[in-house]
C-alpha cells in the first residue's frame, strides 16, 4: 500500500511545486533589491511595497477595480438569482437559454466581446453618451462573469432542492419573492458566496473590455499594471507588488467563505437535466 501511495505523493508534490513556483518567484521579485543571473535576489527591501502603495496612481487604480468588481457582483446576483430560481420551479427552458448565454464568453475573445459592446453603444444617439463610460465598462464585465456565478448557484440550488423548498414555502402561504429571500438564499448560501468570489476576481483582473470601451481615462488596476510594464520609466516590481497583493486578498475571501460555506460540499457545475 505505501508503495502504491508514493506515485500518488509524488503526482501532488510536483503539482503543487507548480502552482507555487511562479508565486514565489513574484514575490521574491516584489521584494528584491536587485536580481540578476541568480536563483536568488541579491537583496531584499520593502521599499517596492512601500513606494507602490504611496503613489496616488496606484491608489486610485486600486479602488477603481475594487468598486468596479463589487458593483459587477451585485448586478451579476440581481439579473441571475431570480431568473434561476424561476428556471427551477416554473420553467427550465430559462436555465437551457441561460446555460447556453453562459457559452459566449468562452465563444467569443475578450477583445471581440469589447468591441462589440462599444460598437452596440454607439450605434444609436441614446447610448452614444455611455460610449466610453465607466457604465459600459460595468455592462461589459457583467456579460464576462455571467457563467461564473451561473454555474456555482446553479450547482447550489440543484443540491438544495429548491423546488421542493418552495413547494414547501407555498404551502405555507409564502409568496415566490419571499420565499427566494427566506428560503431559498439561506440555503444556497455557499454558492452564492462561491460565485461572488468568482465574479469579483474576473472582474477585478480583467483587462481588455476597461482599456478597449475607456482607454486610459478609466484606469483600473490592470489596465495600469500593463502601463507600467510598457513604459521604460515604468515600475515592473510594483507590478509583482500589486499581483502578490490581489493573489493574498483573493485566497483571504475565499478562506473566509470556505468557513462560511462550515465545510459543506458544493456541486459547482450546473445540473441541468435536474429540472424535477
Given at each position: 500500500m505505501r508503495r502504491l501511495d508514493a506515485p500518488r505523493w509524488v503526482l501532488l508534490g510536483l503539482w503543487a511545486a507548480f502552482l507555487a513556483l511562479p508565486v514565489a518567484a513574484t514575490l521574491l521579485y516584489s521584494l528584491?533589491?536587485?536580481w540578476r543571473g541568480r536563483a536568488l535576489p541579491d537583496g531584499y527591501t520593502l521599499a517596492w511595497w512601500l513606494n507602490t502603495f504611496s503613489e496616488?496612481?496606484?491608489v486610485s487604480a486600486l479602488l477603481r477595480s475594487g468598486w468596479l468588481a463589487a458593483v459587477t457582483v451585485v448586478v451579476v446576483a440581481v439579473v441571475v438569482l431570480p431568473a434561476l430560481y424561476w428556471g427551477h420551479i416554473r420553467n427550465p427552458r430559462i436555465r437551457t437559454v441561460m446555460q447556453l448565454c453562459a457559452l459566449l464568453p468562452f465563444a467569443l475573445p475578450f477583445v471581440v466581446l469589447a468591441y462589440g459592446i462599444k460598437r452596440l453603444a454607439g450605434a444609436s444617439e441614446f447610448t452614444q453618451p455611455w460610449e466610453s463610460s465607466p457604465l459600459l465598462v460595468v455592462l461589459g464585465h457583467v456579460a464576462l462573469a455571467f457563467p461564473f456565478f451561473l454555474w456555482p448557484v446553479d450547482g447550489a440550488m440543484s443540491a438544495a432542492g429548491v423546488r421542493q423548498l418552495s413547494e414547501a414555502a407555498e404551502t405555507s402561504g409564502a409568496s415566490p419573492l419571499s420565499t427566494l429571500f427566506r428560503v431559498v438564499i439561506p440555503n444556497i448560501r455557499t454558492g452564492i458566496l462561491t460565485g461572488a468570489i468568482l465574479t469579483f476576481a474576473t472582474s477585478f483582473g480583467e483587462y481588455s473590455i476597461a482599456r478597449v470601451i475607456t482607454g486610459s481615462s478609466f484606469e483600473t488596476l490592470p489596465v495600469w499594471q500593463v502601463a507600467a510594464l510598457q513604459d521604460t520609466r515604468g515600475n515592473p516590481n510594483g507590478v509583482a507588488?500589486?499581483?502578490?497583493?490581489?493573489?493574498?486578498?483573493?485566497?483571504?475571501?475565499?478562506?473566509?467563505?470556505?468557513?462560511?460555506?462550515?465545510?459543506?460540499?458544493?456541486?459547482?457545475l450546473p445540473a441541468i437535466g435536474n429540472t424535477r
Open positions: 528584491a533589491t536587485v496616488p496612481r496606484v507588488v500589486m499581483a502578490i497583493f490581489t493573489f493574498l486578498l483573493m485566497f483571504v475571501v475565499s478562506v473566509l467563505i470556505a468557513r462560511t460555506g462550515r465545510g459543506q460540499p458544493l456541486r459547482l
